[in-house]
């Protein structure tokens, strides 16, 4: 059950909520979701767990804690999305757009230690499996930030690039 596996990898519990709607309300992402945090709580304690694993949500959350912070029960849907991640990841449930982007950003940290915006994006376009105008749009997009300065499309690897991936062997597998 999810509820267990969120209270493992988490320590939170979602059935300490609710349902005010506090998190929903004050989610600057919340636009963006296919449900809201709270629509997502209330999921996991029907049960509804393959649904919430599906949801785009965990994976739009951008950590900004203001849902903990206005909860009245404490309850931190932000920490539940990043245990929701964990096990969607060892369930092999994650949209290929998301995959793409994970994979390309560790690739780019692992060989430059940082992320080279410009270079970054040019190649989420290419591997995203767009429509043509949609890489067009893009592209028109990546230009005009170019030009004000916003992105560079130089590579820069930072000196000691090796540490990084040191760490990141020491991490890896681990739960967040």
Known sequence: MLVEEIKKIADENPLACFQCGNCTGSCPLEFAMDYGPRKIIHMIQIGLDEEVLKSNTIWLCS??????????????????????????????????????????????????????????VNELVLKAGKSFREVIRDVNLGIRLWRKGKISMKISKIKRVEDIKKLYELVEGKEV
Do not use: D, Q, W
Request: glycine share 4%.
């Open 63 to 120: 950590s900004c804690y203001t849902c903990t912070y206005r909860c009245p029960r404490k309850v931190s849907f932000t920490r539940i999305a990043y245990a929701l991640k964990n096990i969607a990841l060892k369930k092999n449930i994650v949209p290929r757009n998301v995959k793409v982007f994970y994979e390309t950003f560790l690739r780019h940290v692992l060989e430059y230690g940082r992320l080279n915006e410009g270079i970054f």
